[in-house]
C-alpha cells in the first residue's frame, strides 16, 4: 500500500504514458503509471493490422535512448527495415518490453476512474477501489475517449454498431456483410482484414477517390531530398515541419492551428494496403443520411452521385476518427473539468504541456491542438515527455515545499 504522496501520477500506459514516466523517473521523480501496458494497441486495434507509421518514427522514448524499437528488434533478430511495415503484435510486445524496462516496479495495472483536486494535488480513485494521493497528474489518454461516430448512425443499437476502437478479432464477422465508413488507414485496412476474414465488407466514403501513400524509397538524390525532405510525418516542408518543430505551433493563431491538424495527413492508406484491396467493394462520393434495423441487420440510406440508395449489411463499422473535446474526459471529477479551459473543447495547454488545472497535464492526441498532428502519432512522444518533465520536476518540489498534499491516505490494497 502507498503511504505517500507520489510527485507524478501518469494516467495511461500507451507510448505517451510509459515514455513521460521514463524521463520523469530519470529525474529522479517518484511516478506511478497507471494503465495495462499497451492496452489500446493490444485490445482496440484490430488483430493483423500493421503500422502505417515507419519503424524509425515508432519509438517509444527514453532518456538514454537505449529501449527504441531498434534495440527490440536487434536483441529478437527481429526485421527493422524502413519501408517494412510493423505487424501490431511486434508493436504490443515492444510497449511491453519498454515497460518491463522502465517502469516495472512503478506500473499499476488498473483503471483511474476519478482524479479530483485536493489539498493542493490530487486524489485518483483506481477501479480497484484504491485512492492515490499526487502532486501532479499527467493523463496520457490516448485516443479512446475521443472516438467520433456520425449522427447519421446513432440510431442503431450497439449489437450492429461499432466504432473501429471497439473492435478487434475480424474474424467475428465471417461470413457477414459489412459496411465500413471512413476513407482512412483505418477503415482501409479494416476492409482488407474482413475479408481476408471470410466477410464481405464495403466501403462507404464521402470522397470522390480513395487517397494513397507513395511507395517509400530508400535512396533518394539530395535534389529530392532538398524539395521534399523526408521526416516521421512523410515526406515534404511542411510535415518536415510539423514533426521538427512542434515547439513552435503554440505561438501560432489557434484558428491556423486547428486547421493544421484537420488538413495535415488526411485520410488516406498506406501504400502496401492497395492491392489487397482489391475486390472489396467501394462506394464513392456517398453520403450517408441515415441508418435504422432492417430484419435484424441495418439499413443504411446514402445519397452518392444525386441518387439516393439503400444498402443492406448485417453490421457497420464506422472508421471515423476521433475529436479532441474535454467533455469526454470523464474521469476528471466535474469541478476539475470545469476548470480545464478549452478552445472549440480542445484543452488550452502551455508550452509544457499544463492545462489551466495547475499540476493536471495532458499528452499525446489530447495535446495535437496546441502542438500539432505530430501528436497524434508515437513519433511525438520523445517531445513530449522531454517537454513535460522539467515542469513536472518543478510543480512537484514546489507542492512538496510547500507540503500541502496531505500523507496519503489509501483504500484497498492492490499496490504494485
Ligand atoms: C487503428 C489505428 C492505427 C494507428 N496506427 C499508428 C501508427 O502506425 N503509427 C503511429 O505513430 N500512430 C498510430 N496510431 C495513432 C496512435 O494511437 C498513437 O500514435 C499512439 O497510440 C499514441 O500513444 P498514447 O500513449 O497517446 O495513446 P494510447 O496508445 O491510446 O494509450 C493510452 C492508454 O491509456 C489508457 N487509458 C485510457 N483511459 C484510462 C484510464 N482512465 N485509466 C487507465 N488507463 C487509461 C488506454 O487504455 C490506452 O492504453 C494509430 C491509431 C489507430 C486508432
Redesign the pocket.
Known amino acids: 500500500m502507498l503511504t505517500h504522496t507520489l510527485d507524478v501520477a501518469v494516467?495511461?500506459?500507451?507510448?505517451?504514458?510509459?515514455s513521460v514516466a521514463a524521463y520523469a523517473q530519470a529525474e529522479g521523480l517518484d511516478v506511478r503509471v497507471?494503465?495495462?501496458p499497451?492496452?489500446?494497441?493490444d485490445r482496440?486495434?484490430?488483430v493483423g493490422?500493421k503500422?502505417?507509421?515507419e519503424p524509425a518514427?515508432?519509438h517509444l522514448a527514453d532518456p538514454a535512448r537505449a529501449y527504441t524499437l531498434e534495440a527490440y528488434c536487434g536483441l529478437y533478430g527481429l526485421e527493422y527495415a524502413y519501408g517494412s511495415p510493423v505487424p501490431v503484435r511486434r508493436f504490443v510486445e515492444y510497449g511491453r518490453w519498454f515497460q518491463e524496462m522502465t517502469s516495472r516496479d512503478t506500473t499499476v495495472d488498473?483503471?483511474?476512474?476519478e482524479v479530483r483536486s485536493e489539498g493542493g494535488g490530487f486524489v485518483l480513485t483506481l477501479n480497484t477501489g484504491e485512492q492515490v494521493r499526487a502532486r501532479t497528474v499527467v493523463l496520457?489518454?490516448?485516443?479512446?475517449?475521443f472516438a467520433r461516430v456520425p449522427a447519421s448512425l446513432t440510431a442503431l443499437p450497439a449489437s450492429l454498431l461499432a466504432h473501429?476502437?471497439q473492435v478487434n478479432d475480424l474474424s467475428d464477422y465471417a461470413g457477414m456483410r459489412v459496411a465500413v465508413i471512413g476513407a482512412g488507414?483505418?477503415a482501409l485496412?479494416t476492409a482488407c482484414l474482413l475479408k481476408e476474414a471470410g466477410a464481405q465488407p464495403q466501403v462507404i466514403a464521402r470522397g470522390k477517390q480513395l487517397r494513397w501513400n507513395t511507395v517509400p524509397v530508400a535512396r533518394r538524390s539530395l535534389l529530392s531530398r532538398l524539395r521534399a525532405p523526408d521526416s516521421g510525418l512523410g515526406t515534404g516542408w511542411r510535415s518536415w515541419l510539423w514533426a521538427k518543430a512542434p515547439s513552435l505551433i503554440p505561438f501560432l493563431p489557434s484558428s491556423y492551428r486547428r486547421h493544421i491538424v484537420r488538413t495535415t495527413l488526411g485520410p488516406a492508406g498506406a501504400w502496401w494496403l492497395r492491392e489487397r484491396l482489391e475486390g472489396v467493394d467501394v462506394l464513392l462520393r456517398a453520403k450517408l443520411l441515415h441508418a435504422t434495423t432492417r430484419d435484424g441487420g441495418a439499413e443504411l440510406t446514402v445519397k452518392s452521385r444525386g441518387h439516393k440508395e439503400t444498402i443492406q449489411v448485417d453490421a457497420v463499422i464506422a472508421a471515423t476518427g476521433?475529436t479532441v473535446d474535454v467533455r469526454r474526459l470523464k474521469?476528471l471529477e466535474p469541478s476539475v473539468r470545469a476548470a480545464v479551459r478549452h478552445v472549440a473543447w480542445a484543452p488550452l495547454l502551455t508550452r509544457e504541456f499544463e492545462s489551466t488545472v495547475p499540476g493536471l497535464f495532458m499528452?499525446?492526441?489530447a495535446s495535437a491542438p496546441t502542438f500539432g498532428p505530430v501528436m497524434?502519432?508515437?513519433?511525438g512522444?520523445r517531445f513530449a515527455a522531454r517537454t513535460v518533465t522539467p515542469a513536472l520536476v518543478r510543480a512537484a518540489r514546489q507542492r512538496g515545499r510547500d507540503g500541502r498534499s496531505p500523507q496519503t491516505v489509501l483504500s484497498g490494497t492492490n499496490e504494485r
Do not use: D
Not at 11 to 18: F, H
Not at 110 to 113: D, F, G, K, L
Not at 140 to 145: Q, R, S, W
Open positions: 494516467v495511461g500506459a500507451g507510448p505517451y504514458g510509459l497507471f494503465g495495462r499497451m492496452n489500446a494497441w482496440h486495434m484490430p493490422m503500422l502505417k507509421s518514427a515508432s488498473a483503471e483511474v476512474t496520457a489518454l490516448g485516443f479512446l475517449p473501429s476502437c488507414q483505418s485496412e476521433y474521469l499528452v499525446g492526441l497524434r502519432f508515437v513519433l512522444a
